[in-house]
């Protein structure tokens, strides 16, 4: 699994990233990836730190996306996977609650076998590890009821930022993506399906990490709403 575009959306990421670059830089060293930072309008030190990084690392491996206005990390993620060149397409979350050598873990156990089928992490499968928080915990078990009553869709985990895509499909069906904040998940999965992509969920290793940019009364409003718009829109 060496030929991989690795994206990883932000936004005013400044006290976590310098945590969490040592991770990629280890994953840089074992494969020559591309790596594809996609900063969403942050406000804070995230490019100053970024470009730093870029500067002491192979510059030939590594891209940098960057724009002005904050629009959503749905939109972060679809600027990465049109940008990218790599046969396998992998999205990451920056604060690595999974790090990216979990695509090793499923490589070895020979769980990635098609080009036609995406494969998503699940923190709802049997086999996977998962350290959070009570509060993260029901705040899933609330959305999913939501999704399950609006939408068909049997995917026992959605919102995992932890998700590999072949570039045979993955372009077409990020360019008709329209919901850029986080149900943006969502209707990756209606699009998938519509283009008869079978989604695999995988076990995963994943540890809630803090710092999420995740408004409980501002961002659940406008989750169920743009749920709603999604619902109407298919």
């Not at 500067?55 to 904050?70: A, D, H, L, T, V």
């Not at 080009?115 to 993260?136: C, D, G, P, Q, V």
């Not at 710092?211 to 961002?219: A, E, M, R, T």
């Amino acid at each position: 699994m060496d030929n991989i575009s690795l994206i990883i959306p932000l936004y005013n990421e400044e006290n976590r990233i310098k945590k969490n670059l040592s991770f990629i830089k280890n994953f840089l060293k074992k494969k020559k990836i591309e790596v594809i930072f996609v900063n969403d309008g942050s406000n804070d030190n995230s490019e100053k730190i970024i470009k730093k990084f870029i500067s002491k690392n192979n510059k030939k491996f590594i891209k940098y996306i960057s724009y002005k206005k904050n629009v959503g990390k749905g939109y972060a993620i679809k600027k990465g996977v049109l940008s990218s060149k790599r046969k396998w397409i992998l999205i990451c979350d920056v604060d690595m609650s999974v790090q990216p050598n979990q695509i090793d873990i499923w490589y070895k156990k020979k769980y990635i076998l098609k080009k036609n089928e995406a494969y998503f992490a699940s923190r709802k499968h049997s086999l996977s590890k998962i350290k959070t928080s009570l509060i993260r915990k029901s705040l899933g078990v609330i959305f999913n009821l939501i999704i399950f009553s609006l939408f068909d869709i049997n995917i026992k985990d959605t919102q995992c930022g932890f998700k590999l895509f072949n570039k045979k499909y993955a372009k077409s069906v990020f360019r008709k993506i329209s919901s850029y904040r986080f149900s943006f998940d969502v209707e990756l999965v209606l699009l998938l399906k519509k283009k008869k992509i079978k989604i695999k969920e995988l076990p995963v290793n994943w540890v809630h990490k803090s710092g999420s940019k995740l408004n409980i009364f501002y961002d659940m409003p406008l989750m169920f709403y743009d749920l709603l718009k999604i619902k109407f829109k298919n």
